[in-house]
């Protein structure tokens, strides 16, 4: 035990001993059944007489946390692990540091807001919308250990133990190069190529790099907390750019900054990409201002949607670009490693300022993901992983999208609006503008749903509190619509009108016959894509949806009482649903059996009389 003594403090030496025990005891670094030293062996250690030592522990053998057993020892006993904490100082008033002294010269990062953390144990909760943690089925346990069992062979010990110990592992960068750069689109020389631990380490390896050239540099609004205080720490001062629908804006603002920093393949947080038209724009902009640009492609793996757009590094004139991604999202939370790809003096200088702060990562590791990808399951991985990925998200549209329909009307308390992404594994949800995502969150975790809110991504001191993100790699797909009907329905009883006040009549049943029979219905989804909808005078419904018409569907609807039923053969989980309907002007509300307004659409061309329109698919 390394036990240190104040000989000259207040405390009496037995004292110290009893309470540094117990200090220890309490903090778990000696659990229950910890056998001790004996107590000769504790006097020699400590310099001090075998009484003092057999004094300490007797006191706490009469106190129950400790036990002997007789030819065997002292042992740490079950009622010692509940001891409280011993707040009292152990050593003498003349070695305690003052509190303030702890902080002086410490910046204060501004991490994750307070008002949200991921829960270590959020595996516990049933359903957890996040991101960048995949349940444990997602891990390829098998085939890594494989690849960890030949990188402990005799010869890859060898290896790596014989090599210059700032190298890194060069069939790690042989299968790098042919495995997964020219996936983006890349292609790399071994001297372009740095294995680092992280992203947020490439990150700050570049700005540490060329401290000289990046005095500012963009970044995206909203974007991680973390990567705008890995950029402070490292001497940039910042500028703020907004992100649209197309990724990030491309205008005069960037003409002061010496850099710029995106995610274009799948924006952090908000999932958009970034069109092929914004980035030849920002291309065209860093050739004529001499602007170095940082590319993270943390996400490209998980295209679910459509077709991936090539790196910005694999473009024309993208010779000033820093290229940095993750080997695998799925691996990331264990095996902590990434790519850093740039010109190769660039490279060179990155690797200097690496291994004067953390020297390379693990030869083991690198021999193992070399093997990994060497083996094929590099690529199988990421094949389960975007099958399980496409899945989820798509029931998590479609649950969005049955639960929390786009108004068309006025907002309602449910209804939301989300970002158009192709494909990645989370969704950027715009809710009502009386939304509190922090409170709805909080709100949430006690009914076992884990969401995240979206006011920490933003830069300024009032970010917008009504969005939040919800992710698909931690949740299985059969849990995903029960998951976001809690959400729907805490929104609604969160909301401050949770019962829309109509100013016309409902149409009693015996008239909406009249009014739908033969109509044509056109409205947009929640994610944006445009929807028609054709109620044939049998009684037959016909959909399609998608901008080229990809999704179709049919039905069939009609009148119970005074409510309009539809039951889709796919759609909206093939259920049958009844709504009651009102008319305000040229818009049509939807009622459920209390009166509250739960969805709504636009009157468009009818057979006849005027005619409402649907907004569910």
């Known amino acids: 035990m390394l036990l240190s003594l104040d000989r000259g403090g207040p405390l009496s030496l037995q004292q110290q001993i009893r309470r540094q025990i117990l200090a220890a005891i309490s903090a778990g670094a000696f659990p229950p059944g910890w056998k001790l030293p004996s107590s000769r062996s504790l006097a020699l250690e400590l310099g001090i007489s075998r009484n003092t030592a057999a004094l300490a522990y007797q006191e706490l053998v009469s106190e129950g946390h400790l036990a002997t057993r007789e030819r065997s020892g002292i042992f740490v006993t079950m009622l010692g692990q509940s001891a409280s904490i011993v707040q009292d100082p152990v050593l003498g008033a003349a070695q305690i540091s003052k509190p303030a002294e702890f902080g002086a010269g410490v910046g204060s990062p501004e991490g994750l807001p307070e008002h949200w953390r991921l829960p270590p144990d959020w595996q516990r909760y049933r359903f957890p919308f996040i991101d960048q943690r995949y349940d444990r089925s997602m891990f390829p346990a098998s085939e890594w250990r494989e690849a960890s069992r030949l990188a402990l062979g005799t010869v890859d010990i060898a290896h790596w133990t014989n090599t210059d110990e700032d190298a890194d592992d060069m069939a790690l960068i042989d299968q790098i190069r042919a495995r997964i750069l020219p996936r983006r689109g890349i292609i790399a020389a071994n001297d372009e190529i740095l294995i680092v631990g992280s992203e947020q380490q490439a990150l700050f390896l570049i700005a540490k790099t060329l401290s000289n050239r990046l005095r500012r540099i963009a970044i995206e609004d909203p974007g991680l907390p973390h990567t705008r205080e890995a950029l402070k720490l490292a001497g940039a001062k910042l500028s703020y750019q907004p992100v649209d629908d197309e990724g990030m804006v491309v205008d005069n603002r960037l003409f002061d900054c010496d850099g710029v920093y995106i995610t274009p393949s799948r924006q952090r947080p908000t999932g958009v990409t970034m069109s092929l038209t914004r980035r030849m724009a920002l291309l065209s902009l860093a050739a004529k201002r001499n602007l170095l640009i ?324």
């Open 294 to 617: 940082i590319e993270d492609d943390f996400d490209s793996e998980t295209t679910v949607l459509g077709k991936p757009l090539p790196a910005i590094r694999a473009m024309s004139g993208a010779k000033d670009v820093f290229y940095m991604a993750s080997l695998s999202r799925a691996l990331a939370p264990g095996i902590k490693l990434g790519i850093l790809c740039g010109p190769a003096q660039w490279i060179s200088a990155a690797r200097k300022v690496r291994d004067l702060a953390t020297h390379r990562p693990s030869s083991m590791t690198q021999g193992a993901a070399a093997h990994f990808l060497a083996l094929g399951h590099y690529e199988a991985m990421n094949s389960r992983v975007l099958r399980v990925v496409e899945e989820r998200l798509l029931a998590l549209r479609d649950a969005i999208n049955h639960y929390m329909p786009q108004s068309m009307a006025e907002p309602l308390p449910q209804s939301v609006a989300i970002a158009p992404a192709v494909g990645g594994s989370t969704v950027w949800v715009r809710g009502p503008a009386s939304l509190d995502a922090r409170r709805l969150a909080k709100a949430l975790k006690s009914k076992g749903v884990l969401i995240e809110p979206a006011a920490g991504y933003f830069a300024g001191s009032n970010p917008p509190l009504h969005m939040f993100r919800l992710g698909v790699s931690g949740i299985p797909t059969d849990r995903i619509r029960e998951g976001v009907a809690l959400i729907a329905e805490m929104m609604r009883k969160m909301s401050e009108s949770p019962v829309l006040r109509l100013d016309c009549t409902p149409i009693p049943g015996a008239d909406i016959a009249a009014r739908l029979s033969g109509a044509t219905l056109s409205y947009r989804t929640v994610y944006g894509d445009p929807c028609t909808m054709e109620l044939h005078e049998d009684g037959t419904l016909e959909g399609r949806a998608g901008f080229a018409n990809e999704e179709q569907d049919t039905g069939r609807w009609w009148i119970e009482g005074d409510m309009w039923f539809r039951q889709w053969t796919l759609w909206a989980y093939g259920e049958p649903a009844g709504f009651g309907v009102a008319i305000k002007g040229d818009q049509l509300l939807w009622l459920d059996s209390n009166g509250r307004q739960v969805d709504s659409a636009v009157i468009a061309s009818c057979k006849g009389a005027s005619v409402v329109i649907p907004n569910h698919n």
